[in-house]
Structure formats: C-alpha cells, structure tokens
C-alpha cells in the first residue's frame, strides 16, 4: 500500500475521495494533506460534477489523529480541511459507516450532503478526551442538527445512530445496500443543486434559541460537570453558536479548544485513552497465539456474583450453564437475573425480545455433571479457600479436556486453587467487579502455571463481553483490592486519631472519587470478608458488624440512613469509635488536616501501586490505573493512581509519607520502586 492513504477515482462525473488509512482512518496529516489535494483536484476538473467523500476499512474517519496530539502540529490544520471541502464549488457527499466521531464527524459537516449506512454511529467524543470539538463541529453541529441533539453528543460524548441523526437532519439518506453505489446515486441527484448547502451557512435552527436549554441541560447533567472541566467548555462552545456569527464562533471554539488541550485533564485522559487499549496486550504472549474456541460458559454459584457473571455472556449470545445447590437458590437467582434485563428492557436499553433471547440462553442446573459440556467454567461461590478446593477437585473430574476453569476469587491464591486440579495449566483467575453485569474491570489472574493460550482467550472473551480486561498476577487482593487494603486500614486508623467517617470521605469525593472509603464500606457491605463473630471485635468494623450494621443494606453501618437511603453521621459508630479509643489508650484526639488524609491514604496506595509493579503483579504501571479508574471510579481526569503520582511527583509522595511514617505505624514498608523513582526524578507512567 502507498503511504499515501487518500486516492480517487472516476464514477461519471463524480469523484470519489478514498481514505485507506486503518485501523480507523484517523485523520493524521497525510490524510488531511491528501484530502485538500483531492478536493482541489475534483474542483478544477471539467469532468467532475460532484464528489464523494468514503473511507475503506471499518469506519469512516474516526477522528483527529489522537497519536499526533502533543507533537508539533503539521499542516493542514484539521479546520481548515474542513473549511476547504465546505468551500469546494461542487457539491461534496459524505459516505458514512462505522463510527463517524469526532474530527470525522467534522469533515462530515463539511460536506454538502450526508449519507450513512443504518448501522452508521455520529458523534463528538472528545469531551472523552478532555477537549471538544476543534474543527468547527460545536458551530455546524448546532447548525445543522439543532442546538439540543449537539449539546447532547458534545457534553456526553455518546454517539447517536444514523436513524436519530436523520431524524435531526445531520444525515441526509439512510442507505440500505452498498453504500458507495448509493452515495455516487446520491450525488447525481444533487449536482446541478445551488445554492449548495453549506452548514456554516445555515442559521435557521439557531435562531431565537430560548438560552434556558443550557440551564436545563447542565442541572439534569450535573454528574457530568463535576470536577471535568470539558464538559463547560462544551456546553459554552455550543451555546456560542446560538450567540454568534459563524466566523466569530468558530474562533471561541478555538480559544477554548487551546485551552483544555493545554490542560492538565486533557493530557491525562488522553493518556488513559491508550492506557486502556494498551491493558489488552499480554507481554510475552507471542500474536499469534490463537484463543480457545469459547461455545458455552458454565457459571457456579446463582448469587449476585454468578448472576451478574452469567448475564455477561447472555447478552453477548453466548449460551450459559448455571449450577446450584438447591432449587430455591437456582429460582432466585434465574429471577434476579431475569428482573435486571426486563429493568434494563424498561429503560429502552433492550427489547423485550431480546430479553427473551438472552433468557432463552440459560440453563440452570441442580446437576453439577452439566458442567462437562461447557468450554469455560467459571466458579462463583462463598470466598473460601477450602470451599473453592472442593469444587476445583470435583471440575478436574468433571469438566472436558481443554476446558478453562476459572475462579471469580476478590483475593485468594489462584496457584493454590489450580493445584488440586491435574490442569493448572487450564486455571486462571477471572475477577469480576460487583455489581458483574454492570462493572467494565475484570482483573484476569494469571496463575504460574496458567497457559499463554487461556490468558489469550480470557482477554479476547472479555472484549466479546464489553469488559476492560487487565493481566494481574498472584497476590493477595491482586490489583484493585490489594491497593484499597492500605487505604481502608489509614482510614480507620484516622477515626482513631479523631477524624470522622464524613471528613475522610470528603477528601476522596472533593478529590473527585464518587465516594469515600466509609460511603464505600457501606455501599458494598460492611460485613464483606467479616468473620462472622460477633464476639470476635478487633476493629471498628468488628465492632459495627457485631451490631448488624453492615451497610445501607441493613439501614446503618458508619452511616446511619433513612427510608431513602441518605446518609447521616452516626452517634453509634461515633460510640464504638470512641470505645476503641479507649481500649487503644488514644486519650486525646487532634485536628487532621485534609492533606494528611491524602498522604495517609491515597499516597499509601501509590506506594502498594508501585511494589505491585516491582513484584511483577502488574504488566505496567499504567494497568494499575486503568484498574483504579474502571474498578474504582478514579477521576478519568486525573489519569489514574500512577499517572497522578507522576502529577504529583514521587519526591513530594516519599515526603509525604515520610512525613506519616510515625503513624503508618511498622506494618508500613516504602517500596523500592518508589524510593527509586523518587530520587532519579523519574516517572511511572511516562
Ligand atoms: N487516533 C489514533 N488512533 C486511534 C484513534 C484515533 N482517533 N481511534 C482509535 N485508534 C486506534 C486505537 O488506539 C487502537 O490502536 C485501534 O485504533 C483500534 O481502536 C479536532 C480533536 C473508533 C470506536 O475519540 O472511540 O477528533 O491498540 O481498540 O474498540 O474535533 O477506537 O490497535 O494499536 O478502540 O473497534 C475523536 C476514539 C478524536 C474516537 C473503535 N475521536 N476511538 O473502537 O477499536 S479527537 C475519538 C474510538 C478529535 C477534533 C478532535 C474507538 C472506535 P491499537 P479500538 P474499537
């Protein structure tokens, strides 16, 4: 293939505009050099009456060229590629598949006319990336789709489908068949039309906007403007377009476009973009290594953990085996699962056929032998090392030559459970994130003895299934969990000190966690991995558990709550604090400061964060991150634990904790890494 990606050819009289550019026609600056080129070329042609611009391969351009982004900028810019096709004199359609977004959606409004296959996606995802629309998308969107469905996809950054993207005008022909030969019709029909419909032009759907839709849609979308600083500059730039002439407009998109690019968010969420798709690179795991044929997934244990785990592969069309002890368990948890669907259902997020299908898919089984005939299993039950021997014992029995055999543990040791087994080879670790069905993270533990070929299919299942996919190794709390143990233990530590359950969580959710450890404990159940005596009391959650405070689900835990489920602070859990106080000798109490909770808990997590990477229970540091942000609900604008640690500095994080050392108390060890880092003033992430 040249390296020149854009060619064109001859159909009649029209011009068709090629973008060969894989895997998504990313719009780098060989491509917005040969587009100008082409669109010159086909306008002084005598021969060409009309253009079509398409792109070959999955998608029609996807966007700007994010891998340029921060590098020194090659001309032309991608606006004024856009402004050249608007310009040309003839009329320009674009034939649209895949997923137009962003920039793509950009040179989209560019052309005259529009064209999408019915499977066709639009959207401006770079509210995503920390930026906006850079290229005249927040003044043609609102111009040609009407304010409120551009203010939607650039503050959300979801895509809209062809259908609603005809239905507000921004395609034109929703085409079935093939595309390009509908696209050429298309331009046929329309190249003696003048004057040519140019989007910047466009004023009538901008006109006499009543301002209040701004109001309206930010109130309903608070979540979304909460510590993102994009999402404002999104709403402002469109908002703009109601304000202003194009020309006066676009230059404010541009202001504020340079703004958030030289921004801190920007940076980081671009960082994540490819932290992301990086995590599904297995190091030492050869390309060619072919996954194992997945036809039917068996599911021990119907509880909330295999009911949401099974759901996952229902509604990827992938038959499921579920087993269970007793009717009982099986009926409620086959209820449960058919209950979120038909919730999903009534949403408008399914079809009720499609619930149909997806519950026509299950087996539920009291007969264990079932198993035998799936090609996954995947165990689900009580975190208990013994329990899950038993099992693992019965499946080497049980399951069929090339099975993987699969433990959903949050913590155990995936070597110790494969050893019972005569196929380690077959075991691996598969770490779903409650509620199953819903979490994107799945932590996919690699045992020793774990086969390149069971991580290989683990990684591609757990695409097929729309989860985010990380390779951690064997170790207490894997990932996600290991790095939350050092940060619940400081935070109890505080309430000892005299901090309260509140203060700590409003440092996390003012940091811009969606909760904090306490509102967490709670959320999740206080009583998870408890002991279950309630005369056994060793720690403030001993003690709440003892008393059946184990959470919103019993109405109190650190919190109080109401009918409603609202928080409010809680005299009972203040008493047991103050008891173990008492039992601890702390006599006196004293003001914490904000910033010492960070360092006692967050800094504490960057340290375990950086000793999982030198232990090797991480493939990279930016894994971690993507386990914090998908598992956790790290800020996505801060770039993740590691990613911020190079934010903040490893020096200024080996200060901080040395700072704490007295009260992190001898359980606390610096990892080397960090202390490495920290003095060579080099960086985690990047
Ligand atoms: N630039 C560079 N590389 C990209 C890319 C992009 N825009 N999009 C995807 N890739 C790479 C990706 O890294 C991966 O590489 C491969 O393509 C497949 O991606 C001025 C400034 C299109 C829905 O935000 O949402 O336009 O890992 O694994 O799951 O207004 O990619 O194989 O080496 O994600 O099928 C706006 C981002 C940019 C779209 C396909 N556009 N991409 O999903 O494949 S900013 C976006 C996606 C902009 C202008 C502004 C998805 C996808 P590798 P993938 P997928």
């Known amino acids: 293939m040249s390296d020149d990606p854009i060619s064109s050819e001859n159909h009649g009289d029209v011009r068709i505009i090629w973008s060969d550019?894989?895997?998504?026609?990313?719009?780098?600056?060989?491509?917005?050099?040969?587009?100008?080129?082409?669109?010159?070329?086909?306008?002084?042609?005598?021969?060409?009456?009309?253009?079509?611009?398409?792109c070959k391969g999955r998608t029609f351009f996807a966007g700007a060229d994010i891998?340029?982004?921060?590098?020194?900028?090659?001309?032309?810019?991608l606006p004024d590629v856009v402004d050249r096709i608007e310009a040309c004199t003839k009329p320009v359609v674009a034939a649209?598949?895949?997923?137009?977004?962003?920039?793509?959606?950009?040179?989209?409004?560019?052309?005259?006319?529009?064209?999408?296959?019915?499977?066709?996606?639009?959207?401006?995802?770079?509210?995503?990336?920390?930026?906006?629309?850079?290229?005249?998308?927040?003044?043609?969107?609102?111009?040609?789709?009407?304010?409120?469905?551009?203010?939607?996809?650039?503050?959300?950054?979801?895509?809209?489908?062809?259908?609603?993207?005809?239905?507000?005008?921004?395609?034109?022909?929703?085409?079935?068949?093939?595309l390009l030969e509908h696209a050429v019709a298309y331009a046929h029909e329309v190249k003696d039309t003048r004057p040519l419909p140019r989007s910047s032009e466009r004023n009538e759907r901008i006109e006499n906007v009543d301002p209040a839709i701004f109001d309206e849609f930010k109130k309903k979308n608070a979540k979304l403007f909460r510590g993102d600083v994009a999402p404002q500059a999104n709403l402002e730039t469109i908002k703009a377009a109601t304000e202003?002439?194009?020309?006066?407009?676009?230059?404010?998109?541009?202001?504020?476009?340079?703004?958030?690019?030289?921004?801190?968010?920007?940076?980081?969420?671009?960082?994540?973009?490819?932290?992301?798709?990086?995590?599904?690179?297995?190091?030492?795991v050869d390309d060619?290594?072919?996954?194992?044929?997945?036809?039917?997934?068996?599911?021990?244990?119907?509880?909330?953990?295999?009911?949401?785990?099974?759901?996952?592969?229902?509604?990827?069309?992938?038959?499921?085996?579920?087993?269970?002890?007793?009717?009982?368990?099986?009926?409620?948890?086959?209820?449960?699962?058919?209950?979120?669907?038909?919730?999903?259902?009534?949403?408008?997020?399914?079809?009720?056929?499609?619930?149909?299908g997806a519950m026509g898919l299950l087996k539920p089984s009291l007969n264990f032998d079932d198993l035998g005939e799936c090609d996954l299993i995947i165990e689900a039950v009580y975190e208990n090392m013994d329990v899950k021997k038993e099992i693992f014992t019965k499946l080497d029995g049980i399951a069929k030559q090339g099975a993987i055999l699969a433990s959903n543990t949050s913590y155990l040791d995936i070597n110790e459970i494969a050893s019972v087994t005569k196929r380690p080879e077959d075991v691996v670790g598969l770490h779903f994130f409650s509620p199953a069905n819903i979490m994107k993270l799945l932590e996919v533990v690699r045992g020793d003895k774990t086969a390149d070929d069971v991580l290989v299919t683990a990684m591609a299942l757990a695409k097929k299934i729309r989860k985010v996919a990380v390779i951690a190794g064997v170790c207490y709390g894997f990932i996600g969990n290991r790095m939350l143990i050092p940060r619940q233990l400081e935070a109890e530590k505080l309430l000892l000190e005299g901090a309260t359950p509140a203060q700590v969580d409003k440092v996390h959710v003012e940091f811009g966690m969606p909760m904090g450890p306490f509102q967490m404990a709670d959320l999740a159940g206080v009583d998870i991995g408890w002991h279950r005596d309630p005369s056994r009391i060793e720690n403030i959650r001993d003690a709440l558990c003892a008393k059946e405070r184990w959470g919103q689900k019993k109405g109190a835990?650190?919190?109080?709550?109401?009918?409603?489920?609202?928080?409010?602070?809680?005299?009972?859990?203040?008493?047991?604090?103050?008891?173990?106080?008492?039992?601890?000798?702390?006599?006196?109490?004293?003001?914490i400061s904000d910033q010492e909770i960070v360092e006692r808990t967050l800094y504490t997590m960057v340290n375990e964060g950086a000793k999982i990477l030198e232990e090797g229970k991480a493939q990279r540091a930016s894994d971690i991150d993507v386990v914090w942000?998908?598992?956790?609900?790290?800020?996505?604008?801060?770039?993740?634990?590691?990613?911020?640690?190079?934010?903040?500095?490893?020096?200024?994080?080996?200060e901080g904790l040395k700072r704490q050392q007295e009260r992190l108390g001898d359980t606390f060890s610096f990892s080397q890494l960090l202390l490495d880092k920290a003095e060579k003033g080099e960086k985690f992430t990047r």
Request: net charge neutral.
């Open 67 to 77: 891998s340029e982004f921060g590098k020194p900028p090659v001309m032309p810019w």
């Open 288 to 356: 060619s290594v072919a996954p194992r044929e997945i036809k039917r997934v068996g599911v021990i244990g119907a509880g909330t953990m295999g009911g949401g785990i099974s759901m996952n592969f229902l509604s990827a069309g992938i038959p499921v085996t579920i087993v269970e002890m007793n009717q009982d368990a099986l009926d409620r948890g086959t209820g449960i699962m058919r209950k979120n669907y038909e919730a999903t259902a009534r949403k408008g997020r399914m079809t009720a056929e499609q619930v149909e």
């Open 557 to 591: 835990g650190f919190y109080d709550y109401d009918e409603n489920r609202r928080p409010s602070p809680s005299d009972v859990t203040a008493g047991i604090i103050e008891e173990f106080r008492a039992k601890k000798g702390i006599t006196e109490t004293r003001e």
């Open 244 to 284: 202003m002439p194009f020309d006066k407009g676009v230059m404010f998109e541009r202001t504020k476009f340079m703004e958030l690019m030289s921004g801190p968010q920007a940076r980081a969420r671009q960082y994540f973009f490819f932290a992301e798709r990086k995590a599904s690179k297995i190091d030492g």
């Open 629 to 654: 942000i998908y598992g956790y609900g790290w800020p996505v604008y801060r770039g993740g634990p590691m990613y911020w640690a190079d934010s903040e500095g490893p020096d200024k994080i080996v």
């Open 21 to 54: 550019n894989p895997p998504v026609n990313a719009l780098g600056a060989a491509v917005r050099q040969g587009l100008v080129r082409e669109i010159e070329a086909a306008e002084a042609d005598d021969g060409v009456n009309a253009v079509v611009i398409a």
């Open 96 to 178: 649209i598949h895949g997923t137009a977004l962003g920039g793509g959606c950009e040179i989209a409004l560019g052309c005259h006319y529009r064209v999408a296959l019915g499977s066709a996606k639009l959207g401006f995802p770079e509210v995503n990336l920390g930026l906006l629309p850079g290229a005249g998308g927040t003044q043609r969107g609102p111009r040609v789709a009407g304010p409120e469905l551009a203010l939607q996809m650039a503050v959300t950054g979801k895509p809209i489908s062809a259908q609603v993207a005809a239905g507000a005008g921004l395609v034109d022909k929703i085409i079935e068949g093939d």
